[in-house]
C-alpha cells in the first residue's frame, strides 16, 4: 500500500482536533466504536494508537463493542495481541473470497489461503470476526466459499452482492453481474450459513447467537452517532428537526477544514430512513418507533403503498413490526422507492 507520510501525519492531526471538536457539542459516552473506512490496519502500531489516545481524552475508550476493520495481510498474532491491548474485541476482515482466482478477478493481493489463516488466527486470539464475502462473481463457486468460511467457527459472515459502477474498471471491461447467479446466491448464503447457525437477521448480514453487529444495529434504529475523518456521515442532535445528517468533504478539503455538507432531517425524511434499514431486517422496522420519535403514522401515511404490498404478499405487519417477505426482499429496492414517492 501506497503511502504519503505527510498526508498520514495531517490526517492524524485533524482527526484529534476533529475529535475535541465534536465531543464538545456532543459529549457522553459511545455505545460503539468502528474503525473503518479504508482499511486502518494499514496504518502502523504508533498510528494507530494517536487515533485511540484521540477517543480517550474525549468520549472515551474502548466501547462495549470496539471494532476494527483490518486487511487479512496487516497482522499476525503478534500484532493482534497488540490490537488486543488497545482495547479492540471485535475485527471484521475483508476476506471477499477462499479461491485464488476470484480474489485475482476482484484484484485482492492476499491469497485465499491467507485470508482463512487472518480469519483462524482472530478467532484464536480471542475475537469476535466479522468476515465479507462477496458472491455473484463470474466464475465463483459460491457454495464452496460460503462453506469454507462457515467452517472456521466464524461467528459473523457479510455477504455482498458483487456491484457494478459506471466508468469503473469493471464496466469498462464488460464485466456484468448475472440477474440469476445474483439471486441463486442470495438464497444460498441463507441456505449453507444457517446450517452452520449463522442466521441472517439483515440482506447481507449473518450471525450466530449474541454476535450480531450492534454498531450496525444503531444505524438501523435511528440513533445518532458521530463520524470522524474524510468522508465520513454522521447523525446528530439539532436545534430544528430530528436532527442533523452530515458528510465531511474528501481529504483535501477536510483539511482544509471545509464545512461539511449537512441536510436537516424532517418527521417524513426519518421515517423513510427507519423504513429503508429496518425493511432490510428479520425483526422488521417498529412503527410504534417511528411514530413516538417523529409524529408520522406510517399505516396512515403510506395507507395506498402499504395496501398493495400487502396484497401481493411483500410485507406483512405484525403489530408493531412492518416487515419484508422473502419475496419482498428480493424486491426491496423497488418497494422502498414506492415509499419514497409519497408526499
Known amino acids: 500500500m501506497r503511502r504519503h507520510e505527510g498526508l498520514v501525519q495531517a490526517y492524524l492531526q485533524h482527526i484529534a482536533q476533529e475529535a475535541q471538536t465534536h465531543y464538545e457539542q456532543f459529549g457522553g459516552t459511545l455505545e460503539t466504536i468502528y474503525f473503518g473506512g479504508g482499511t486502518p490496519s494499514h496504518l502502523t502500531d504508533a498510528e494507530l494508537t494517536h487515533l485511540v489516545t484521540a477517543l480517550q481524552d474525549t468520549w472515551g475508550f474502548p466501547a462495549a463493542e470496539t471494532t ?91 455477504v455482498y452482492n458483487l456491484t457494478i459502477e459506471p466508468y469503473t474498471p469493471f464496466a469498462l471491461r464488460g464485466v456484468y453481474v448475472d440477474e440469476d447467479k445474483e439471486a441463486d446466491d442470495y438464497a444460498l448464503a441463507d441456505a449453507i450459513l444457517s446450517g452452520y447457525g449463522l442466521e441472517r437477521y439483515e440482506v447481507s448480514s449473518h450471525a450466530k447467537p449474541a ?75 417498529n412503527l410504534e418507533h417511528i411514530h413516538s420519535k417523529s409524529g408520522v403514522d406510517v399505516l396512515e401515511h403510506y395507507a395506498p403503498v402499504l395496501k398493495r404490498f400487502f396484497k401481493q404478499d411483500l410485507l406483512t405487519f405484525d403489530a408493531p413490526y412492518l416487515r419484508a417477505t422473502e419475496a419482498g426482499l428480493l424486491q426491496l429496492n423497488g418497494m422502498l422507492a414506492a415509499f419514497f414517492g409519497v408526499d
Open 68 to 158: 476494527l476493520e483490518a486487511d487479512p495481510l496487516t497482522f499476525n498474532k503478534e500484532r493482534l495481541r497488540f490490537f488486543r491491548d488497545l482495547g479492540f474485541n471485535r475485527l471484521s476482515i475483508g476476506l471477499q473470497s477462499c479461491q485464488d482466482d476470484v480474489l485475482t478477478f476482484l484484484g485482492r493481493t492476499h491469497s485465499a489461503t491467507e485470508g482463512l489463516q487472518a480469519v483462524e488466527m482472530a478467532l484464536e486470539a480471542g475475537f469476535q470476526v466479522s468476515a465479507d464475502l462477496i458472491t455473484a462473481v463470474p466464475n465463483q463457486d459460491a457454495a464452496y466459499d460460503l462453506h469454507t468460511l462457515a467452517q472456521t467457527g466464524v461467528g459473523h459472515v457479510s
Open 211 to 285: 454476535q450480531a453487529s450492534k454498531h450496525n444495529q444503531m444505524y438501523w434504529r435511528g440513533a445518532y452517532f458521530v463520524a470522524l475523518g474524510p468522508g465520513a456521515a454522521g447523525f446528530v442532535p439539532s436545534e430544528t428537526g430530528m436532527g442533523v445528517r452530515y458528510t465531511n468533504p474528501p481529504i483535501k478539503g477536510w483539511l482544509e477544514q471545509q464545512p461539511p455538507e449537512t441536510l436537516t432531517v424532517t418527521p417524513k425524511s426519518f421515517a423513510e430512513d427507519m423504513l429503508m434499514t429496518g425493511l432490510r431486517t428479520k425483526m422488521g422496522v
